[in-house]
């Protein structure tokens, strides 16, 4: 069986930013349908190698591969060394026996950034999460929580960093609390670095143990992503698969994800992006009349929704083999 390095130590997942999430289910999925005997890339007992970005100090002249999630487009570099790691990254495009991105999105985002100057063969490949882990089967927190039946719940999850905007999706939930067609309640998963006012309608969960995601996402009705350019997120992927009708923005990759597991509602609220660095740490507001009237039509049709979501383009062990073909095509080719 191929040996293939990885940029993090399968052993030693601590992190819960999304790159690491990710790869640790991936890992898993390689070993449990063995496709690969996984290793970690920092020492040089592997064939082949899969990471973010290759650097030098771990270079044992081995074959490797890159994943690409996006890249640093915050003009004012506000990510400490955020223009480096680009170049980085396309210094080691260069070298890779080939380029994995996790969106369409992400592709055409590298390459209006940057032109190859070798042929390097590429491929798009979305995450993916364990279906046996998170789905619409089991127990919430409804009851817990003192729900109601005219309660509408909605679910928001991320590392809260500005461009997500968490104040945003407070402020659309009073506008949908105006209107009198129901009690719209808000769930905020993750870590807040901003004190928020008490509000009876919001629930500020903070950092949730990954084994009791599922439960959380099944006590909603719904899940909001309102994230401004999101190149892809685990979180929309651990939603759609716990049954979630969801919407999201239109701009970044994670449209993709609801419209090829038919999920959902791609509110046009943003103008269009140019693939161009932007503020990205100070993003406009979206257009709040287009998102409410996007919420209330899925609630209006979350049943029928629910029925039609196509969870198997994001299962994890399907991404898996989807990797293992791409590696094995092309690891002995340069």
């Known amino acids: 069986m191929i040996k293939l390095g990885l940029s ?27 496709l690969f005997n996984v290793k970690s890339g920092i020492l040089p007992n592997y064939d082949v190698g899969l990471f973010l970005v290759k650097k030098g100090k771990y270079d044992y002249n081995k074959p ?47 390459n209006s950034f940057y032109k ?31 729900f109601s039946n005219r309660d509408k719940i909605i679910i928001v999850s991320a590392s809260w960093r500005r461009h997500k905007r968490l104040e945003e999706t ?29 509000n009876k309608n919001i629930i500020f969960a903070g950092q949730i143990s990954p084994s009791s995601l599922p439960k959380w996402y099944r006590t909603a009705d719904i899940y909001l992503h309102m994230s401004w350019i999101e190149p892809n997120a685990n979180t929309l992927h651990e939603a759609i698969a716990s049954g979630l009708p969801s919407l999201c923005c239109n701009n970044g990759g994670v449209g993709e994800t609801i419209r090829i597991c038919n999920a959902g509602i791609v509110s046009n609220v943003d103008p269009e992006y140019q693939f161009n660095l932007v503020d990205y740490y100070n ?4 257009n709040y009349s287009i998102l409410k009237k996007d919420i209330f039509e899925i609630f209006e049709n979350k049943e029928d929704l629910r029925k039609k979501i196509n969870t198997y383009p994001i299962d994890i062990n399907e991404i898996a083999k989807k990797y293992s073909y791409f590696i094995n095509q092309n690891f002995k080719k340069k």
């Open 8 to 34: 993090f130590n399968p052993l030693r997942f601590l992190s819960h930013t999304g790159p690491n999430v990710f790869i640790k289910r991936l890992s898993k999925s390689f070993e449990n349908n063995k």
């Open 64 to 110: 490797f591969f890159l994943r690409n999630g996006g890249m640093y487009i915050d003009i004012k570099n506000n990510i400490k060394h955020g223009n480096k790691i680009n170049q980085d990254i396309f210094s080691s495009a260069e070298k890779s026996n080939g380029l994995i991105f996790n969106a369409e999105f992400c592709k055409k985002l590298f």
């Open 116 to 146: 190859l100057k070798n042929k390097v063969p590429s491929t798009v490949i979305f995450n993916g999460v364990p279906l046996d882990i998170f789905s619409p089967v089991g127990s919430n927190f409804r009851d817990n929580l003192g």
């Open 170 to 198: 407070i402020k659309l939930l009073e506008i949908l609390n105006l209107e009198k067609k129901g009690n719209f309640k808000l769930i905020v998963l993750g870590k807040t670095h901003k004190k928020f006012k008490k």
């Open 283 to 286: 993003p406009p507001e979206p």
